[in-house]
């Protein structure tokens, strides 16, 4: 179902008002981010997909598609979208790009930014402009796409996307070893830097679990190699993982935390639960620590951390920004949406 | 044009001496990039040693309304890096260290003049590789690289260099200076690491590159598969994929350019086949040696008339030296070529194929080509004659229909080349007024003033407009409203 004529029309009308509006696809993520403002804009309507050719590798459909709906349609032609976004509830396509986050897999084939090979947008001027294509590679212009992934809606209404897609691997096997924690970084380390067929490699205490993509005689000679045992219901772990369903994420008290850190950083020195995901790169931290606590640790480690999920305020969510970057994306947001329409404070409060 | 006026006095304060070239004998080695058909000579030269230059330099400039242009290895197609006339051409060769390798962390820390092959090089005792490898690798930059969103022949499996980088350093117009990214996976905020390929200079300056290192592959091997026709050998790629596999390398050459090849090299390739098709599989011993069956499988069935298994390393070497070696095979038979850079959705490349051989005979110009089949990035190379009178200008016309058969298609003008000022016109094609407005936004958010690389990459809106060439997506003209003008 194409709406685009009536979201233009209700752009439009906030643009003339200067009302800002709050985008809404399936409100799975509402708990991400900083500040929720503006009228509601309900984009899961506009939804459907609009070209899918599996032997092209890409698919275009409409932002409110809900996610699930997509992932079957692929799944039906032995395809997936390789970054495993995470649900999080009725997720829309449009969200997954536009919260740019992305599952277990990222380490080994990339995030939802390297997938997006295009998008159409409605700006906060009111247009509809298409950037980017359905081809593979396409330097024509600056790349508009991938700037929204992980934008937060704050510089427009995706209304299409055209990602790029992979066929699922002939099997999977899940290995479970069990590591010692200060051991676990340099493991993980070690066999990053080998040409094995990794696809998500995890540490939960006391626990190593490592995911092999492949033929299966590829699968099992990797797995002969790497040792551990072999888990029956090995999918299942990486879908709690991705879906934050695990005990670790819903139980105890505290703030959720991600760090995102160069992989073999060492731990950080704070008080608290970890999991580490992505090889080391992506360690989630259940604390009771302050976010400037927070904040300076990730930088200390070239890194930068995000309060996730908190019963708190959400004032202090994303890194801050060293003063010309925060420049830079005032800039960028009057580029693209002048009047500030779009979820005004999500990102960063003073925009 | 004096080597006494203030800019070139100004710039002697900031910089060493042997750093401002401003003597016309001088200036003329940076008069053009790659694309020799386009040459100017700039104002004056600099090639400082360190950031800080750079930096000096840059605020100077702002301070002074003085253009920017600058330039790497001075390998782009596009000319992305020819100079102003009354601007500074900056070269970032100088800045060429390798500032260090973290093999923990696989990723390499580089200044923005590190040549593209160094990083393997240094990687290698690590076990360690940098991905993409465009053509020129042996001499472009890593900053370059960024600049256009280098490819290469590994990109279909491995990325292009956006994929590939982790962090940036980068200078303003104004010359402050911004890091994005880092050495994780994603920094805070939005992502302007990603705005920043393929920017072609327009948005800053370069000064640090963090790429992510992949570990070597334990084995890799290559097959050679000969087709009676151009067709059959356009739709074996499309059976590839759809069998599942996403080889590490899928090139096509047409038999224009097997014999260009063979008579430039002897490297011993079908000299019946109409077409042949290089597919690399690699990664994992055990994977590799499944791969190489199915794809076999799978290019016998979709017709090839023979398929050969380069049996070892010196073998694998020679099927990949062809290829490599195809341009300036094809620079031996003709005076002049021009290469394009289109990309098409894959399952179009029979279709476009054939309608780039009845533009070839409508033109009389011929055609040869050789290209990233599995990519659907096609690199026609147009044969011409510089020194008969009007006939790189129908080479440009050929080309122009050639670019507008790829966009009616759904493909793009550009898939690693960049527009620089070659294309122009082509954008006009592809964008309407209001999106390249937007890019003009977007430019103007990095540098107000419009210092860095004017003119290049995104066409004025009156060029599109005095051009009368409404844009074509899906078949159907864009903007009808440019036929009231």
């Known amino acids: 179902m194409d709406r685009t004529d009536e979201l233009v029309e209700k752009v439009n009308a906030a643009i003339a008002d200067r009302k800002p509006l709050r985008l809404i696809g399936g409100g799975s993520k509402d708990f991400y981010g900083c500040l929720l403002q503006g009228e ?52 829309t396509v449009g969200g997954a790009v536009a919260s740019g986050l992305s599952g277990p897999r990222r380490p080994f084939v990339g995030a939802v930014r390297d997938f997006v090979l295009g998008t159409k947008l409605l700006t906060g001027r009111g247009e509809v402009l298409s950037f980017g294509g359905r081809v593979m590679k396409n330097v024509a212009g600056f790349d508009v796409s991938r700037l929204m992934a992980g934008s937060l809606g704050t510089l427009g209404v995706i209304l299409e996307v055209s990602l790029k897609v992979l066929p699922k691997p002939e099997r999977e096997w899940t290995l479970c070893q069990e590591v010692e924690a200060d051991k676990a970084l340099e493991l993980m380390s070690a066999w990053m830097g080998q040409s094995l067929p990794l696809s998500a490699l995890a540490y939960e205490e006391p626990y190593m679990y490592l995911r092999l993509s492949g033929t299966e005689r590829a699968v099992a000679d990797a797995a002969r190699r790497i040792g551990g045992e072999r888990l029956a219901e090995g999918e299942d772990f990486w ?31 704070i008080a608290g639960r970890f999991l580490l995901d992505w090889g080391g790169a992506q360690r989630w931290v259940h604390t009771l620590e302050a976010p400037t606590r927070l904040f300076q640790l990730a ?29 830079l994306h005032k800039a960028l947001k009057e580029a693209f949406d002048p009047y500030r329409i779009f979820n005004p404070g999500r990102m960063y409060p003073e925009w | 044009m004096t080597t006494n006026c203030a800019l070139v006095r100004a710039l002697r304060r900031l910089l060493p001496r042997d750093a401002v070239l401003a003597e016309p004998e001088e200036l003329k080695p940076y008069e053009c990039d790659g694309l020799s058909a386009y040459r100017r000579l700039p104002q004056v030269v600099v090639l400082p040693y360190t950031a800080e230059q750079v930096q000096a330099v840059l605020a100077w400039c702002y301070a002074h309304d003085v253009p920017v242009v600058a330039r790497g290895a001075g390998t782009g197609l596009s000319g992305g890096s020819l100079p102003q006339e009354n601007g500074v051409l900056l070269c970032l060769g100088r800045l060429n260290r390798i500032l260090a390798i973290d093999p923990a962390n696989r990723t390499a820390c580089l200044q923005p003049g590190v040549c593209n092959l160094a990083i393997s090089q240094a990687a290698r005792p690590y076990g360690l590789y940098y991905a993409p490898d465009p053509s020129s690798q042996i001499a472009c930059t890593i900053g ?13 499996k491995y990325g292009l ?4 980088v982790l962090g940036l350093v980068f200078l303003t117009a104004a010359g402050e200076e911004i890091r994005v990214g880092g050495s994780g996976l994603d920094g805070p905020g939005l992502d302007i690491l990603a705005m920043l390929h393929g920017s072609e200079g327009l948005l800053g300056i370069l000064t640090e590159v963090t790429v992510r290192l992949l570990p070597l592959p334990e084995a890799a091997r ?3 598969a000969a087709f009676d026709s151009v067709t059959q050998a356009a739709e074996a790629v499309g059976a590839v994929i759809r069998a599942g596999l996403i080889p590490a390398g899928l090139e096509m050459m047409d038999k224009v350019t097997i014999k260009g090849v063979e008579d430039f090299l002897q490297v011993h390739y079908p000299q019946e086949a109409e077409a042949i098709l290089l597919c690399e599989v690699d990664g994992f011993a055990a994977q590799v040696e499944e791969e190489l069956a199915l794809a076999r499988e799978v290019l016998v069935a979709s017709g090839a008339c023979e398929v050969w298994v380069a049996s070892d390393e010196t073998e694998r070497q020679r099927f990949w030296a062809g290829r490599k070696a195809a341009f300036p095979a094809i620079g031996r038979i003709t005076p002049d070529y021009y290469c394009m850079d289109g990309t098409i959705p894959r399952g179009r490349l029979a279709e476009v194929l054939a309608g780039i051989a009845q533009l070839s005979q409508k033109y009389g110009l011929r055609v040869a080509n050789v290209f990233h089949a599995g990519d659907g990035n096609l690199h026609p190379l147009i044969m011409y004659d510089a020194a008969v009178p009007g006939e790189l200008e129908r080479v440009e ?64 809106l009156a060029r599109c407009i005095e051009l009368g060439r409404a844009h074509v997506r899906g078949g159907q003209l864009g903007h009808p409203e440019l036929e009231r003008f």
């Not at chain 1, 275009?60 to 997509?70: H, I, Q, S, W």
């Not at chain 1, 799944?75 to 009725?90: K, T, Y």
């Not at chain 1, 709690?240 to 020195?269: H, I, N, Y």
């Not at chain 1, 930088?299 to 925060?326: C, I, S």
């Open chain 2, 222 to 224: 290559v097959l050679m």
């Open chain 2, 397 to 460: 016309r050929l080309g122009d229909e050639i670019l507008a058969l790829c966009v009616q298609v759904g493909g793009a003008i550009t898939g690693e080349h960049g527009v620089g000022v070659e294309k122009l016109n082509g954008m006009c094609y592809q964008f309407t007024l209001k999106e390249l407005a937007q890019f003009h936004a977007v430019k103007r958010a990095f540098d107000p003033k419009g210092l860095l690389n004017p003119g290049k990459a995104i066409p004025t």
């Open chain 2, 161 to 164: 260099t956006v994929n590939n």
């Open chain 1, 40 to 91: 509601p804009l309900y984009l899961s309507g506009h939804r459907g997909i609009i070209d899918y050719a599996p032997e092209e590798l890409v698919v275009t459909v409409r932002a409110g598609t809900p996610l699930a709906e997509l992932e079957q349609a692929l799944a039906s032609q032995g395809q997936m979208l390789p970054f495993e976004p995470p649900h999080f509830g009725p997720a």
């Open chain 2, 144 to 156: 370059g690289n960024v600049a256009e969103n280098a490819g290469g022949i590994h990109c279909l």
């Open chain 1, 239 to 269: 879908q709690e993982l991705r879906e934050q369903r695990r005990p670790f994420f819903t139980e105890g008290e505290g703030d959720l935390w991600r760090l995102a850190v160069p992989p073999a950083a060492p731990w950080p020195d």
């Open chain 1, 299 to 327: 930088a200390e480690l070239n890194g930068h951390a995000t309060l996730f999920r908190t019963k708190g305020a959400r004032y202090e969510v994303f890194q801050p920004l060293p003063e010309n970057l925060a420049k």
